[in-house]
């Protein structure tokens, strides 16, 4: 239809508009609470205001408009990147639920509110989801964390008017009904599918070890290769290992992203290197167990080697279901408006996972071209975008009936 296909243009065209929005000249890098951030809230807010939605800025930094005072289905977002990030990751989310309000110009049957997360990247302090985590109460802890330059997540809140005090103010509603986050999938599969939407039936679970090997520096030129206990050699080979049981296990990701070595010097053994370990699955236990095999493998490849090695486990965040309820109806939206159901676990996680700890949630992903994303040549597709409008304004509509 022609307003989904307008709507859409206008939803990209914000989007760029917020990316012009930036800390730094020629990338796309806004953090929690930054200079930019003030500018993307009076863009967004005079937009809201403009529908009649009411709006405030929460506690946490968390932009938010409501079109009633009844309860509502929130729709959301967070407004944050990483540095040198695409125009659409988080962002686009936001615009949609406005999108959809004005789409449905009052004839939804719930009242709706708008959410733009404050924090989900974790870029500024290190901890991510910190706008989600207020909405379920898990912010306070946070305060004290503190920025490259020494600013705590307290004095940000400050210094952007706001009362970290309040910040229990920021909390959802006990009359809130349910929450749904639209994204870019950040991936490759539902362009492998030539899919323009996916529904996400759950959030992967993760898990992130930190992995010492620890063997002795010695001279390169002069150690006899038998005689070498050589960290990075073990680490390699043990990187061999993570990749093989990954591709061998249904569902699995594992990555080892960054190396550590020491002394690092092209003449020189390394004595000892630390590794990095991320592993995903939708199946908690299947996780687990590969975590457990992976750092026994470690130990293996260590005693074969002579060395010595440790770990310390970072994250164990348990997979998160979406509400079956939910994620049904979304998908009989997707099914009514004429498209097949492409049904999904998210390997990233997302503000929804958080709020999923308080409120039903769903999720809806659309195709990102290419499969990149955290890149300045992450795109959508005007079609896409169209297309999750249209399946938004009918999950909305069919709300009452969905909940009967």
């Keep these: 239809m022609r307003a989904y296909a307008d709507a859409a243009r206008t939803a990209i065209e914000r989007c760029r508009w917020i990316a012009s929005r930036t800390e730094h000249d020629g990338c796309i890098t806004r953090t929690f609470l930054s200079p930019p951030m003030r500018d993307v809230h009076d863009h967004l807010r005079a937009w809201m205001e403009e529908l009649g939605m009411s709006v405030r800025v929460d506690p946490a930094g968390n932009l938010r408009g409501t079109t009633g005072p009844g309860p509502a289905v929130i729709i959301g977002s967070h407004l944050d990147t990483v540095p040198d990030a695409g125009a659409f990751d988080g962002v686009l989310g936001v615009v949609l639920g406005i999108s959809l309000v004005q789409l449905l110009a009052g004839d939804s049957p719930v009242d709706i509110e708008v959410i733009g997360f404050s924090e989900e990247e974790g870029v500024r302090f290190g901890v991510p989801f910190i706008g989600s985590r207020a909405l379920v109460g898990d912010a306070r802890s946070v305060l004290t964390c503190t920025d490259a330059a020494g600013v705590s997540v307290r004095a940000a809140l400050q210094a952007y008017g706001l009362d970290p005090e309040q910040l229990d103010h920021a909390q959802l509603s006990p009359d809130a009904l349910a929450f749904l986050e639209v994204h870019i999938e950040q991936g490759p599969v539902l362009g492998h599918l030539s899919a323009p939407l996916g529904v996400v039936e759950s959030i992967a679970g993760q898990?992130?070890?930190?992995?010492?090997?620890?063997?002795?520096?010695?001279?390169?030129?002069?150690?006899?290769?038998?005689?070498?206990?050589?960290?990075?050699?073990?680490?390699a080979e043990w990187v061999g290992v993570v990749e093989r049981l990954a591709i061998a296990t249904p569902g699995l990701v594992a990555t080892v992203g960054r190396l550590q070595a020491s002394p690092n010097a092209c003449n020189a053994i390394n004595g000892r290197v630390t590794a990095s370990l991320d592993v995903r699955h939708a199946d908690d236990v299947q996780?687990?167990?590969?975590?457990?095999?992976?750092?026994?493998?470690?130990?293996?490849?260590?005693?074969?080697?002579?060395?010595?090695?440790?770990?310390?486990?970072?994250?164990?965040?348990?997979?998160?279901?979406?509400?079956?309820?939910?994620?049904?109806?979304?998908?009989?939206?997707?099914?009514?408006?004429?498209?097949?159901?492409?049904?999904?676990?998210?390997?990233?996680?997302?503000?929804?996972?958080?709020?999923?700890?308080?409120?039903?949630?769903?999720m809806l992903f659309l195709r990102t071209p290419g499969g990149i994303s955290h890149h300045p040549d992450e795109l959508v597709l005007e079609d896409d975008v169209a297309a999750a409008l249209e399946v938004g304004v009918h999950w909305l509509t069919h709300w009452e009936r969905d909940r009967a």
């Design 207 to 235: 898990s992130r070890v930190d992995l010492t090997f620890t063997g002795h520096a010695n001279h390169a030129g002069t150690t006899p290769m038998g005689s070498r206990r050589d960290a990075l050699a073990a680490a």
């Design 287 to 362: 996780r687990l167990q590969a975590v457990s095999s992976l750092l026994a493998e470690a130990r293996l490849v260590a005693d074969r080697r002579g060395l010595d090695v440790s770990h310390t486990l970072q994250l164990d965040q348990a997979a998160v279901l979406m509400a079956p309820a939910l994620t049904e109806a979304l998908a009989r939206a997707v099914a009514a408006t004429g498209r097949q159901v492409h049904r999904m676990t998210s390997g990233a996680g997302h503000d929804a996972m958080i709020v999923a700890r308080r409120l039903p949630s769903a």
